[in-house]
C-alpha cells in the first residue's frame, strides 16, 4: 500500500527557494508566473493496515516540522486527508 | 567540568569544538556518538557541534535530532544540565523542540561563511556571563540554512523575557529581528550560528569566542 506526503511550507513563511525559482522562470521569458512555492513529496510503502493515524503521526514527529510547515497525506484507498 | 561533545555522521566542528573545551576546562570532553543511548556519567555540559548531520537529508538537524543520543540529551537539558548547540547543533535542537522556531534556507539562498558583527544582547546567561551587556563582538558564520523564522508571538516573547543572547549587527542571512543566538526557558540551553570554537585564538583573527566558554565556565562552576 502506498501513501504520499506532501510537505509544504505554510502560507506565510518566507520560501527563498521558490522565490528563486520564480525569478529564473521569469528569467527564461514565462512572463505569467504570480508566485511559486516549493514542497516536498514523500511516497511511503507501507504494511497493509496502517492506520491514518500511524501516518499522521509520522509526518507530525519526523516527515514535517509543523513549526513552518503543513502536510497533506494522500492514500489511494481513503482518497486525501489533511492538516 | 566534565563536557561531552556529541559527534553525528557529517558533524565537521567536533574536534575544533573539543580543541576549545579542553583549552578552556583544561580536560579534554567525551565525544560521544549519535548511537550511544546514556551519557557519561557527571557530564555537566553538553556540546552539540557544527556541520551536515546525515547530510541535511530531509531539514538541516532533522535526523540528528531522532538519533538514540537526543534522548538522553533532552533529558539532561530538562534535569538543568547546559547545553550548547553551535550551528548545526542549533538546528538540531530547533528540530528536537529544545529550542522554539526553525532554521530555514538563507533569505538570499547563500552560503555565508565569513566573520560577523554580533551584539550580546543579554549576559545574564549561562552563556554570556564573560561579555558586556551590548558590546558588539566578532564571530564566524558558515552555514546555509541560518534563518531563523518564528511566529511572531514567539519572536515577542522571546525578546521580553530576554532569551535572545547575540543578534546578528549587520545583515547575515534575512533572520527574524536579526537573531543569532536564543536560551530555552529555563536558560540551561542555548542554540547559536555563529561558531564561537573558530575565534579562541589571536590566529583566528579574533577572541570573542573563547570568553562564551570562560563565562560558561566560571557559572557552572560558581
Known sequence: ?83 | MKSAVIVFPGSNCDRDLAVALEKVTGRAPAMVWHREAELPDGTDLIALPGGFSYGDYLRSGAMAARSPIMRAVVDAAGRGVPVLGICNGFQVLTETGLLPGALMRNAKLNFVSRSVALKVENTQTLFTSGYNAGEVIHIPVAHHDGNYQADADTLDKLESTGRVAFRYAEEVNGSARSIAGIVNEAGNVLGMMPHPERAIEPAHGSTDGLRLFQGLLETVNA
Request: proline content about 4%; charged content about 25%; overall charge negative.
Open chain 1, 1 to 83: 500500500m502506498k501513501a504520499r506526503v506532501f510537505v509544504t511550507l505554510k502560507p506565510g513563511v518566507l520560501d527563498p527557494q521558490g522565490k528563486a525559482i520564480h525569478h529564473a522562470l521569469e528569467g527564461l521569458g514565462f512572463g505569467g508566473v504570480n508566485d511559486v512555492r516549493a514542497g516536498k513529496l514523500i511516497e511511503l510503502d507501507l504494511a497493509d493496515g496502517t492506520s491514518d493515524s500511524e501516518i499522521e503521526e509520522m509526518c507530525r514527529k519526523l516527515l514535517a516540522n509543523t513549526v513552518i510547515e503543513n502536510f497533506r497525506v494522500e492514500r489511494p484507498s481513503t482518497g486525501s486527508g489533511q492538516s
